[in-house]
C-alpha cells in the first residue's frame, strides 16, 4: 500500500511559468516533508522541506505547501526554467530524524523552452 | 569535501554471479540506505543500517546482502538469488537532520 503518491508521472510546462507538483499521502503519523530533485543517471539532491506544524515554506523560485486535512502537499516553481527538467520525487517521515523516508514514485517535469 | 561514494558507475553481471557494489561516506553519519530506482518504480528501499554492525531489511531485501563493519562503509552485495538485478542503485546516508544525502548510483546491468 503506498503511503506517499504522487499521481501524476508527467508533467510538461512552458518557460518561465509556474510548475506545480503534487503528493498525497496516507499515513497521519507523518510529521516532516522533503521534496527532491533527480537528473538522470545521478543521485536524488535535496530541494525542500517542510515540518507538519507550517503549511508553506519557501526558498527561492521553490514554495511547499502542506494542507495536513488533506494530507496534501504540493510544489510551486515559478519561474519554471529549463535546467528545473528533471524527475522530482516527495518523501514523508515519522518517528523523528532517524525514521525512515517514504518516497512517491517520482513527477517528471519537463520544462520547455 | 564531505559526501557519499559510490562505485562503480556501471557495472555489468553475468547471470549466476555475486556483485558487490561499494557505498563509502565521510559525513560522519550513523544511518545508511540502499534504495532500487526503476523506471516508474520511484525508489524502494532494500536495506538499512542505523548503526555498526546492525541493519534491516527493507521493502525488496530478498536477493540482497549486506554489511556495516564500520561507520564509513555499508556495501551491497546482489546474489545469484535476486532474479531481476537490472536496475538503478542508489545509497543514502542519514546525520542529525531528517533528509538523506545520496551517493550518485550504480547502473547494474545483467549480461
Known amino acids: 500500500d503506498q503511503q506517499v503518491k504522487q499521481n501524476s508521472p508527467s508533467l510538461s510546462v512552458q518557460e518561465g511559468r509556474i510548475s506545480i507538483l503534487n503528493c498525497d499521502y496516507t499515513?497521519?503519523?507523518?510529521?516532516?516533508f522533503l521534496w527532491y530533485k533527480k537528473y538522470p543517471a545521478e543521485g536524488p539532491t535535496f530541494l525542500i522541506s517542510?515540518?507538519?506544524?507550517?503549511d508553506k515554506n519557501e526558498d527561492g523560485r521553490f514554495t511547499v505547501f502542506l494542507n495536513k486535512s488533506a494530507k496534501h502537499l504540493s510544489l510551486h516553481i515559478v519561474p519554471s526554467q529549463p535546467g528545473d527538467s528533471a524527475v522530482y520525487f516527495c518523501?514523508?517521515?515519522?518517528?523523528?530524524?532517524?525514521?525512515?523516508?517514504?518516497f512517491g514514485k517520482g513527477t517528471k517535469l519537463s520544462v520547455k523552452p | 569535501d564531505g559526501g557519499i561514494t559510490q562505485s562503480p558507475k556501471y557495472l555489468f553481471r553475468k547471470e549466476g554471479q555475486n556483485v558487490t557494489l561499494s557505498c563509502e561516506q565521510n559525513?560522519?553519519?550513523?544511518?545508511m540506505y540502499w534504495y532500487r530506482q526503476d523506471p516508474g518504480q520511484g525508489l524502494r528501499l532494500i536495506y538499512y543500517s542505523q548503526i555498526v554492525n546492525d541493519f534491516q531489511k527493507g521493502d525488496i531485501a530478498e536477493g540482497y546482502s549486506v554489511s556495516r563493519e564500520k561507520k564509513e562503509s555499508f556495501p551491497l552485495t546482489v546474489t545469484s538469488a535476486q532474479k531481476n538485478p537490472t536496475a538503478f542503485y542508489l545509497c543514502?546516508?542519514?546525520?542529525?537532520?531528517?533528509?538523506?544525502?545520496f551517493g550518485s548510483g550504480t547502473r547494474l546491468t545483467v549480461v
Open positions: 543514502a546516508s542519514q546525520g542529525d537532520a531528517y533528509g538523506y544525502t
Open positions: 517542510i515540518s507538519s506544524i507550517k
Open positions: 499515513n497521519s503519523m507523518f510529521d516532516y
Open positions: 559525513l560522519n553519519h550513523d544511518a
Open positions: 518523501a514523508a517521515n515519522y518517528g523523528g530524524s532517524q525514521g525512515n523516508l517514504i
